[in-house]
T-cell receptor
């Protein structure tokens, strides 16, 4: 069974540019989560999809971040325009139940 | 407020030594879940264990053991006879309500 995949693995962009991160969850997992870890800090929750609906987006830092989940399958997280403080590792996780999560390898975003 | 504290930022041990990773959590909920994840150099977070708040039994899985104590709000993780392959970042997490809360992680280096 394929795990959670994320693309790209690493992205380097300049301040003000746009970046779109993609997450493909494990097939059949209705729950999809986005997290971010800034260097040395804790992994922080961004938002939670149940199928194509946003169940909880209380962790989204501001309106420069837009998450979508087309048809309840893969999800994208767009940052527009990117700022320096957006740098970090963005993790995606998926699950069948709310009691466990399977994580992807993360996308390392560097904004210069 | 929910919070997970991993006070140890980095730990180095010599192979075959035992090592304990500390985790202290805060929550007002009576029902919650505690987790440990391992993040090897490849990046993805690997699930190790889940514990619910009503089960304070300690658990042993091979060289890994976990000590859950509600009285001190701690969920510590011990690796016995450490091996080089144990080198990774370890995250403790709390699920309380609808969200996961992670600690800042402990980077463990096992020296051959």
């Amino acid at each position: 069974e394929a795990g959670v995949t994320q693309f790209p693995s690493h992205s380097v962009i300049e301040k003000g540019q746009t970046v779109t991160l993609r997450c493909d969850p494990i097939s059949g997992h209705d729950n999809l989560y986005w997290y971010r870890r800034v260097m040395g800090k804790e992994i922080k929750f961004l938002l939670h999809f149940v199928k194509e609906s946003k169940q909880d987006e209380s962790g989204m830092p501001n309106n420069r971040f837009l998450a979508e989940r087309t048809g309840g399958t893969y999800s994208t997280l767009k940052v527009q325009p990117a700022e320096l403080e957006d740098s970090g590792v963005y993790f995606c996780a998926s699950s069948l139940s709310i009691y466990e999560q399977y994580f992807g390898p993360g996308t390392r975003l560097t904004v210069t | 407020a929910q919070k997970v504290t991993q006070a140890q930022t980095e730990i180095s041990v010599v192979e075959k030594e035992d090592v304990t990773l500390d985790c202290v959590y805060e929550t007002r909920d009576t029902t919650y879940y505690l987790f440990w994840y391992k993040q090897p150099p490849s990046g993805e977070l690997v699930f190790l264990i889940r514990r619910n708040s009503f089960d304070e039994q300690n658990e042993i899985s091979g060289r890994y053991s976990w000590n859950f104590q509600k009285s001190t709000s701690s969920f510590n993780f011990t690796i016995t006879a450490s091996q080089v392959v144990d080198s990774a970042v370890y995250f403790c997490a709390l699920r309380s309500g609808n969200q996961f809360y992670f600690g800042t992680g402990t980077s463990l280096t096992v020296i051959p």
